[in-house]
């Protein structure tokens, strides 16, 4: 139920929302995160600026002595993403110490309060949207791939451990692509409380897998907390009285300050919608477009597989003899580990009419090995050297339990390795 708002703020209460509605409005605005559309396109020329001024203000007002030449990309936790939140956070404590030696006589923000919401509330919407539909289609953390499934266990990093845990499962991943979609509850005034509620728990979880297993999203999924509780704020008593009293209670719905004219409120509304659509639908062109280039939709080889090299036969040539594991990925690309464990990425052309793969070491076109391949059955492989090459390949395709094992409904024994 909408109720009215308090007509009067304490000093105190000025105080803290100042600093909080300057440093959140600089926060979308500086890490905006691909959450509000057309964002990157404002921010070009300052975020060129910053560029320039972050890495000075690294050097010569915190003293850091190495240059910072890494901005923002897909890790959020980059030297430069750092010395910007301290300027952000720089910037909100001199603005409300102006704002206060200039601002003493507005009795409250109640309406400054209400677009800080909305601002918050599309920005975190937006964000969990997005994260949640790519993980819907398993775009985020794809199944295991051959890489990683020949890879030693010890020899993963914390964030490649998540990350084959969390595409291990399509269900899971189905799930918390749900949960993250429910952020859209947020876009709409009447169930932000609720949309508040899962979000807290949503960025909850990924701040703590960001946190214990080194993601470095660590300062994203943390304001992602932080402003899911900015939003919860005005609900805070009721919300307590309600789980640890066994309270009845009301639950606040911020009244959303009056517009006199009506072409400046059709306007809003307008650009509200417009944007949730322009949103969705471009997420929906994205998500699709990629699907077919990346993840478990990707092209995959006709050969597709893990190989172990059983026997190498003829002198001709040496490679093959130090192969180990021979890995048929994606429809132009392939790996070879080595006896000694090194690994070599490679670009691959398969001719199934001729029965033939090119391999290009290093990614090198110039550099490449030919060979026949015959299929001895599905488990079995050979590569005959080609041209004039005598070399004799045997391979037995690798299984894995943790992709063959499937859902079992019936266990009389925990199938633990």
Not at 22 to 30: D, E, N, S
Not at 113 to 129: K, P, S
Not at 209 to 226: G, R
């Amino acid at each position: 139920m909408t109720q009215p708002t308090p007509e009067h703020w304490n000093l105190s209460q000025k105080i803290i929302f100042r600093f909080v509605f300057i440093i959140l409005l600089l926060f979308i605005f500086f890490i905006n995160n691909g959450a509000y559309p057309l964002m990157w396109l404002i921010m070009k020329y300052p975020q060129e600026l910053l560029q320039v001024f972050i890495p000075w203000l690294g050097k010569n007002l915190l003293g850091i002595p190495y240059e910072i030449t890494t901005f923002s990309n897909g890790s959020g936790d980059t030297t430069y993403d750092y010395v910007l939140l301290f300027f952000i956070t720089l910037m909100a404590l001199t603005g409300t110490v102006l704002w206060t030696l200039t601002g003493r006589k507005a009795d409250n923000y109640n309406k400054l309060f209400y677009w800080l919401t909305v601002a918050v509330r599309f920005y975190v919407g937006f964000m969990l949207i997005n994260y949640g539909a790519v993980k819907v289609i398993q775009l985020q953390f794809p199944s295991p791939g051959l890489y990683r499934l020949t890879q030693a266990y010890g020899d993963s990093s914390p964030m490649g451990l998540a990350w084959t845990f969390l595409g291990f499962s399509k269900g899971y991943n189905l799930f918390m692509g749900v949960a993250e979609l429910m952020a859209g509850l947020l876009l709409f005034r009447r169930t932000v409380t609720i949309g508040a509620i899962l979000t807290l728990m949503v960025s909850a979880n990924i701040m703590a897998v960001n946190y214990f297993y080194d993601i470095p999203v660590k300062i994203v999924s943390t304001a992602l907390v932080l402003m899911s509780l900015f939003l919860l704020a005005p609900n805070f008593k009721p919300l307590i009285k309600l789980f640890f009293a066994g309270e009845a209670v009301q639950l606040k719905t911020l009244a959303a300050p009056p517009i006199k004219s009506e072409w400046l409120q059709t306007t809003l509304y307008s650009l509200k919608y417009l944007c949730i659509f322009f949103v969705c639908a471009g997420l929906i062109w994205s998500v699709f477009s990629q699907r077919a280039k990346y993840g478990d939709k990707a092209p995959k080889s006709p050969l597709y597989g893990a190989y172990r090299v059983d026997k190498v036969s003829g002198a001709a040539h040496s490679d093959p003899k130090k192969w180990k594991i021979l890995m048929m990925d994606g429809l132009n690309y392939s790996a070879i580990k080595f006896i000694d464990d090194g690994v070599e990425h490679c670009d691959v052309k398969t001719d199934t009419i001729a029965k033939s793969i090119s391999l290009g070491y290093n990614m090198d076109a110039n550099n490449r090995q030919k060979f026949n391949y015959t299929v001895i059955d599905p488990d079995h492989l050979v590569l005959k050297g080609m041209p004039g090459d005598s070399v004799v390949v045997e391979l037995t395709r690798i299984k894995f339990p943790l992709t063959d094992r499937g859902f079992n409904w019936i266990t009389e024994k925990p199938f633990n390795k």
